[in-house]
């Protein structure tokens, strides 16, 4: 794999026509073109790798990206550059009706779905499945590697809708490091280049607009003992983070830790000492007695304790609490609104008989005056 930090060399100036449309959804895009591919056949080796994740061989391009997704967890698009037609973009359906994807079928659009797309035809759906229009071939010389990240719940809401799960979606529905997918793109470049002769020929593209930055979690490593219900050394803690790569300093009593690259599931001090635990053996937590913690600060504002005491106070007192809903039927609206205000309905009404926004706590006030009435309650107490 070319090293950390190493800039893929072009053989030329050229650079790639691509376009983000869609910066809402997509979050970072790598692309660069390959020349000079040799025709080649999928070692047994490779075959079998992918024949284990019950991924069929297409042809060693392809299967070198499907084996880099699996390894690192990063998917890809290899698009024939002599089947694409002007600009490549990433941008929301707005004119397709249907795709037909490398799987074989053809599948209906809704419209809005992510996609790639050139001047005439859809590309792929972005993060789901290519299209047959710019499928690699065994005669395919030059190629456009491409690599993105995107909002993970525009992926799930068009495999989702389509009905369409493959291994690269699954993977794009969960939270990636941005700063992984460097590494997954050198590593795909280098195996294309080492396993199919190829040679650079563009400036890699990169669209990374928000870099994320780490949180810095504040972590008092006494919480790993009071959790597990057992005493762990704070020099064996300081080890066992250490260990999984992430980078400690000392502040006083808490420690501010960074999760190393690729954990974007840790970002509370929970989710480190779970990570301690973990490492030191959940064996040796002592089945038998219960952990002990420190008594939360109670952070409860003193008016909320004042209107829980008075609720309590004034039904001793013969006072009845009216709870005013927020929904009314739509004459009691009609009964109260002396402004004439337009009516705010809400769809998909849990209870068709209650479809408004109340307009003044007075409708709720005189459906109870009518409880009342029904009861023959002569003085009435409320609050």
């Not at 006083?252 to 490492?279: F, H, Q, Y």
């Amino acid at each position: 794999v070319l090293p950390e930090g190493q800039r893929i060399a072009p053989d030329s100036n050229q650079k790639l026509d691509i376009r983000i449309k869609d910066v809402e959804h997509v979050k970072k895009v790598m692309a660069v073109r390959i020349d000079g591919l040799e025709k080649r056949e999928s070692p047994g080796w490779l075959k079998e790798y992918l024949a284990f994740y019950e991924i069929n061989s297409v042809n060693l391009p392809v299967d070198l990206s499907n084996y880099l997704m699996l390894f690192t967890g990063y998917s890809s698009h290899l698009l024939d550059v002599d089947r694409i037609h002007g600009q490549i973009s990433w941008s929301l359906n707005t004119s397709f009706d249907e795709i037909t994807t490398l799987a074989g079928p053809k599948i209906k659009l809704n419209k809005n779905e992510l996609v790639i797309r050139d001047n005439i035809n859809i590309l792929a759906l972005a993060g789901i499945i290519g299209s047959r229009t710019a499928e690699i071939g065994f005669r395919t010389k030059s190629i456009i590697v491409e690599m993105a990240i995107y909002q993970p719940s525009i992926i799930r809401r068009d495999s989702r809708k389509l009905n369409i799960v493959t291994e690269a979606s699954q993977r794009l529905t969960k939270n990636l490091d941005p700063d992984g997918l460097d590494f997954a793109f050198r590593l795909l470049v280098s195996l294309l280049l080492e396993n199919c002769r190829g040679k650079i020929a563009s400036q890699v593209f990169q669209y990374f607009p928000k870099k994320e930055k780490k949180p810095e979690i504040k972590f008092n490593p006494q919480i790993a003992s009071s959790l597990a219900g057992l005493d762990i050394p704070e020099k064996k803690i300081w080890k066992i983070l250490e260990n999984l790569d992430f980078k400690i300093k000392k502040s006083r009593k808490n420690w501010l830790v960074v999760p190393p690259l690729g954990r974007t599931d840790i970002s509370l001090p929970e989710d480190l000492a779970g990570e301690v635990i973990r490492m030191f053996g959940y064996w040796r937590i002592p089945c038998s007695e219960m952990p002990t913690f420190e008594k939360t600060e109670d952070i409860t504002p003193k008016n909320i304790y004042l209107a829980e005491k008075i609720r309590d106070i004034l039904p001793v007192l013969g006072f009845d609490e009216v709870l005013s809903l927020p929904l009314v039927e739509k004459e009691a609206n009609r009964a109260t609104n002396y402004l004439n205000w337009q009516l705010i309905s809400t769809q998909n009404s849990v209870n068709e008989e209650y479809p408004d926004l109340r307009q003044s706590i007075a409708a709720g006030l005189i459906s109870q005056l009518e409880e009342y009435r029904k009861k023959n309650v002569e003085f009435i107490k409320i609050f």
